[in-house]
């Protein structure tokens, strides 16, 4: 079975300092991997995917992740948070079968942003 | 307009009372689900549906059903809530190809009493 982890609950750093949100995951092959994130009273929104080819994916909002098969890892990095990213972000692993998947969301990382 | 609605966004019940959680979309997206988030666990999978006449179990169903009524029209029920309900629940949406994004409602907040 696929599983997700994220080690850190919570995390703090300051407006403008760089960040990385760790995610390891848990699958037979190489899986697709996800990247969401919750704004407080929000649902989830998509920052970013991997399902093949470069193992550096850009997404949204000037994130970024990477892919390591070795490490079974797809961690999510920014070079200057601003306050606006104090939010909870969710790795999210899906199975690539034939026809439909579902999804296996981590426990989530929030992240508080000091002025 | 949310392109994933979901009704009530608030609810306070009591112990054994019928509660229906109702999702709409105007997406155009075959399949539709129904998460459950509770702090610190992240989001469990209750049930999803690919289309109309096709409804699966997700990862924690039990005390749960639910109800596609139309293409844009996902209902989750409990038929007798109980304390441990008390959750914020999502309702998402994907096309059926495989693109891997959910989109997501902006959640309903249960509280059972």
Redesign the interface.
């Known amino acids: 079975a696929q599983s997700v982890t994220q080690p850190d609950i919570h995390i703090t750093v300051s407006e403008g300092a760089s960040l990385e949100l760790r995610c390891n995951y848990s699958y037979g092959a190489t899986p697709y991997l996800f990247w969401y994130v919750q704004s407080p009273g929000q649902g989830l929104q998509l920052l970013l995917k991997y399902f093949s080819g470069d193992t550096l994916v850009q997404g949204i909002k000037g994130f970024e992740a990477e892919f390591k098969r070795s490490q079974s890892s797809f961690n999510l990095r920014k070079p200057s948070v601003h306050w606006s990213d104090a939010a909870e972000y969710f790795c999210a692993v899906g199975n690539p079968g034939a026809g439909s998947y579902q999804l296996t969301f981590g426990k989530g990382t929030k992240l508080s942003v000091i002025p | 307009d949310a392109d994933?609605t979901q009704t009530p966004r608030n609810r306070i019940t009591k112990t054994g009372k019928r509660i229906m959680l109702e999702c709409s979309q105007t997406k155009g997206h075959d399949?539709m689900y129904w998460y459950r988030q509770d702090p610190?666990?992240?989001?469990?999978?209750i049930y999803?549906s690919?289309d109309v006449k096709d409804i699966n179990k997700?990862e924690i169903s039990d005390g749960y059903s639910v109800s596609r009524q139309a293409q844009a029209k996902f209902s989750l029920s409990l038929e007798s809530a109980i304390p441990n309900q008390t959750a914020l629940y999502?309702c998402?949406t994907s096309p059926t190809r495989?693109?891997?994004?959910?989109f997501?409602?902006?959640?309903s907040r249960l509280t059972v009493l």
């Open positions: 994933v399949r610190g666990l992240g989001l469990r999978l999803y690919f997700g999502f998402a495989n693109t891997g994004e959910l997501f409602g902006e959640g």
